[in-house]
């Protein structure tokens, strides 16, 4: 069955460290997206992509890179940790153009110490 | 770009009764408004979803409704269960081009039997 993982489940990691996070959808999705959930914050946008080569910044990007080479794959790297980073971390994807419905992974789940 | 503000942030009901949520957005152009369920350490799933060109969607004991005008949109859940409990987020396009979303900060809603 065609799915959306996310690698690692959990992470701690120290402060100043270079943090890479993988998404990989085997639905052949086009969208690609990454979001931090915090409590009292909801699910912030920090990256996307709409296929191959095509990134952008979401609402809370500061910090973060992503890069697309595949269809498949959406890493998001934390270039330096901070501890403000801890967060789940949630990959989605959908299926486009236009808006549809997205499909979460599972989550990551990081702690800066 | 969009702003998505979601209200109550916790909402505590009997099972059977009703329950509503209010979404309010910024972008008078956004034409598509998903609600996603998030039960407790899950993750986030798509329930039901509106575009601007209706008013009134019904999937069961769910329903959103839309006032373009106003710029708010609703969920509404009648009968309420135990297995409603869950964080409820809605979400508006982050912009023209539609795909990537912003979500508001979500409520929480208890069913208490």
């Known amino acids: 069955d065609a799915e959306i993982t996310q690698s690692p489940r959990h992470k701690i990691t120290e402060t100043g460290r270079q943090v890479t996070l993988a998404c990989h959808q085997t639905?052949?999705?086009?969208?690609m997206f990454w979001y931090r959930q915090d409590l009292g914050h909801g699910l912030r946008l920090i990256h996307y992509?709409?296929?191959?080569?095509?990134?952008n910044k979401g609402e809370v990007s500061d910090g973060y890179s992503v890069s697309r080479s595949n269809t498949e794959d959406l890493p998001l790297t934390l270039e330096s940790a901070a501890s403000s980073q801890t967060s789940v971390y949630f990959c989605?994807?959908?299926?486009?153009?236009?808006?549809?419905?997205?499909?979460f992974g599972p989550g990551t789940r990081l702690t800066v110490t | 770009g969009e702003n998505v503000e979601q209200h109550p942030s916790t909402l505590s009901v009997q099972e059977g009764d009703s329950a509503v949520i209010k979404c309010t957005y910024s972008d008078s152009a956004s034409n598509y408004f998903p609600w996603y369920k998030q039960e407790l350490g899950k993750r986030p799933q798509l329930i039901i979803d509106i575009r601007s060109n209706v008013g009134e969607k019904k999937d069961q004991r769910i329903a959103v409704t839309l006032n373009k005008t106003a710029k708010h949109f609703s969920l509404h859940i009648t009968e309420t269960q135990p297995e409603d409990s869950a964080v409820y987020f809605c979400a508006a396009p982050l912009n023209q081009a539609g795909t990537a979303l912003i979500f508001g900060k979500g409520t929480t809603l208890s069913v208490s039997s």
């Open positions: 992509s709409y296929g191959v080569q095509d990134t």
């Open positions: 639905w052949n999705h086009n969208n």
């Open positions: 989605a994807s959908s299926v486009g153009p236009g808006p549809y419905e997205q499909y």
